[in-house]
């Protein structure tokens, strides 16, 4: 079982930046792929970012490339999502999600994939 808390969402202004947390419990945190999605509302949970498990690899989606990047810090069993110049689009819950099964980043974009999850973390950017 891996416990996921999510930190650092709330209120910005568009082009501003927000940095999330996300603390997992446990002593095997390097051994999953860890993913962030979001979900805005009246809309389907989306793939953000994930990372591989030694942190060399990662995957964005388009509609964040070049705008946040994703690392961990597996000697503090953290991983983070940076976040830049934000829009009134990426307004959203931020969930962050763990996967022991998932092989490579490349397998990373689907929700289906991750077996644990936070609670998730509001950002809300305004124009």
């Known amino acids: 079982q891996v416990q996921l808390v999510e930190s650092g969402g709330g209120l910005v202004q568009a082009g501003g930046s927000l940095r999330l947390s996300c603390a997992a419990s446990g002593r095997t945190f390097s051994s999953y792929i860890m993913g962030w999605f979001r979900q805005a509302p009246g809309k389907e949970r989306e793939f953000v970012a994930c990372i591989s498990r030694n942190g060399y690899m990662s995957r964005y989606a388009d509609s964040v490339k070049g705008r946040f990047t994703v690392s961990r810090d597996n000697a503090k069993n953290t991983v983070y999502l940076q976040m830049n110049s934000l829009k009134p689009e990426d307004t959203a819950v931020y969930y962050c999600?763990?996967?022991?099964?998932?092989?490579?980043?490349?397998?990373?974009?689907?929700?289906?994939?991750?077996?644990?999850w936070g609670q998730g973390t509001q950002v809300t950017v305004s124009s």
């Open positions: 999600a763990s996967s022991a099964l998932l092989s490579t980043t490349a397998q990373g974009m689907g929700a289906s994939a991750y077996e644990y």
